[in-house]
């Protein structure tokens, strides 16, 4: 990590699924895997402020997605247990600044889709008293909460569960996230948010049309609400038909910027070329059975330890720096400072 600007500024990822790789080991090993597998290239990519989704897999739905949901949690409590000298688990935003001022990298937990909650909506505090700060309520298909944006052509928003779990959201102070929500789910969310909303890994539909991006309308609206929309790297999702580059990933950022605004603009990279690479049998069974390359990548960003790339790639094409420092790291602290506060 070369550039002075990566190096002074915070960073900011609100989508690494990295619990996925270390709970896959023995919970002895989980500190010492995470320190010696993920810890550097964090480090190296200048991270500061890690947002850790528990992603339930195939593989244990139904019956064991809320064991797993659980164990990923402990997962990430160990972790932060186990390296107190590098990283610290936030439950709100003191714990993230006093984090950031002693030089730790402030992780931050987050759940995606809820499948081992399903329907019974009270269990939202329960995993609220165990540190999740951000939450989605849907993935690739259907749950009893919403449908996901694969499921586009039901129309359908949120159910009666959905509607209730929103509300216990906003009242616990979890970050509602609208990434993989279907069109209709989102306009309803949208509809019915009294507190700022976020898209934790989600890019541009103008650019690229894919389900999980998001249009220029919707774009528009989480940024009305104070909220943040956060660029996901994963290739499929930045080109149509071809290897996506630095420069797709770039448009995309420099395009949700300007639609939606510079302060409501962040990276949410979803770095999954490593875990699923890491995993047997491989993860994410939904992505490939979409036709999605699960292991495409932008060539040098197929982890965190590329990072810098991003902040070189925007100060290379003009813009300026406060607006660099905001997009890497900025608006995602100060989004998070206000909704965890």
């Not at 023995?26 to 597998?37: E, H, K, L, V």
């Not at 190296?44 to 947002?51: K, S, Y």
């Not at 449908?147 to 009242?171: N, P, Q, Y």
């Amino acid at each position: 990590m070369t550039n002075p600007l990566h190096r002074s500024a915070v960073v900011a990822d609100t989508h690494n699924d990295l619990l996925m790789a270390v709970s896959a080991r023995p919970p002895g090993q989980w500190a010492s895997f995470f320190r010696s597998r993920w810890l550097p290239q964090l480090v190296e990519g200048g991270v500061n402020l890690q947002v850790l989704p528990v992603f339930i897999d195939d593989q244990y739905r139904p019956e064991g997605a809320l064991r797993q949901t659980l164990r990923m949690i402990e997962c990430a409590h160990v972790i932060a247990e186990g390296n107190p000298d590098s990283v610290r688990l936030c439950l709100d935003a003191g714990d993230i600044d006093r984090a950031l001022d002693e030089g730790l990298i402030a992780l931050v937990l987050a759940m995606e889709s809820m499948p081992g909650l399903d329907a019974s909506v009270e269990l939202i505090s329960t995993v609220h008293r165990l540190g999740v700060r951000v939450a989605s309520i849907a993935h690739f298909g259907r749950t009893p909460l919403a449908d996901g944006s694969a499921e586009d052509a039901t129309g359908s928003g949120l159910t009666s569960h959905g509607v209730a779990a929103l509300k216990e959201m906003e009242r616990l102070g979890i970050v509602f996230d609208v990434s993989h929500l279907g069109a209709s789910g989102v306009a309803h969310v949208l509809d019915l948010a009294t507190k700022p909303v976020m898209a934790t890994h989600s890019s541009a539909r103008a650019l690229r049309d894919h389900h999980r991006n998001l249009t220029d309308e919707q774009l528009r609206a989480v940024a009305a609400t104070g909220g943040v929309v956060c660029v996901n790297f994963f290739a499929p999702f930045l080109a149509d038909g071809r290897d996506a580059t630095l420069d797709d990933l770039l448009d995309h950022i420099e395009h949700i910027a300007g639609v939606a605004g510079i302060d409501h603009v962040g990276l949410g990279p979803d770095f999954i070329h490593e875990v699923m690479k890491d995993l047997t049998p491989p993860c994410c069974e939904d992505v490939v059975a979409g036709d999605l390359d699960p292991l495409a990548a932008i060539p040098g960003l197929e982890g965190p330890s590329g990072l810098p790339m991003v902040t070189e790639g925007l100060l290379a094409r003009g813009l300026p720096e406060k607006d660099v420092e905001k997009i890497i790291g900025g608006n995602v602290r100060r989004f998070l400072g206000e909704r965890l506060a």
